[in-house]
């Protein structure tokens, strides 16, 4: 078992950054590729971006390839996810996951957090 908690949403102006944070404890954490997924108010969840469970690896979906930044750090059992040049249609709540599988399939994902708040304002 794992557990997962978010932090470091907000508010931010279009053209702003945040950086989320997502702290784990439980089971070993470098064992576990980790992603981030975002869900708007009437949308399905979408997986973001993932990253290996050694961190060389990375997944980012087209709508956020160069403006977000997905890294792990197993010595502080952590992931973050860099976002800069935000967008409106970025607001969303956030959440990280982990997976054994592959980076790219969101169905494999589990152990969510509570999922923390990003809005970006025009």
């Known amino acids: 078992q794992v557990q997962l908690v978010e932090s470091g949403g907000g508010l931010v102006q279009a053209g702003g950054s945040l950086r989320l944070s997502c702290a784990a404890s439980?089971?070993?954490?470098?064992?576990?590729?980790m992603g981030w997924f975002r869900q708007a108010p009437g949308k399905e969840r979408e997986l973001v971006a993932a990253?290996?469970?050694?961190?060389?690896?990375?997944y980012y979906i087209d709508s956020v390839k160069g403006r977000f930044t997905i890294s792990k750090d197993n010595a502080k059992n952590s992931v973050y996810l860099q976002m800069n040049s935000l967008k409106p249609e970025d607001t969303a709540v956030y959440y990280c996951?982990?997976?054994?599988?592959?980076?790219?399939?969101?169905?494999?994902?589990?152990?969510w957090g509570q999922g923390t708040q990003v809005t970006v304002s025009s």
């Open positions: 996951a982990t997976t054994s599988t592959s980076l790219d399939w969101a169905p494999g994902y589990s152990f």
């Open positions: 439980g089971r070993t954490f470098s064992v576990y590729n």
């Open positions: 990253v290996s469970r050694s961190g060389f690896n990375t």
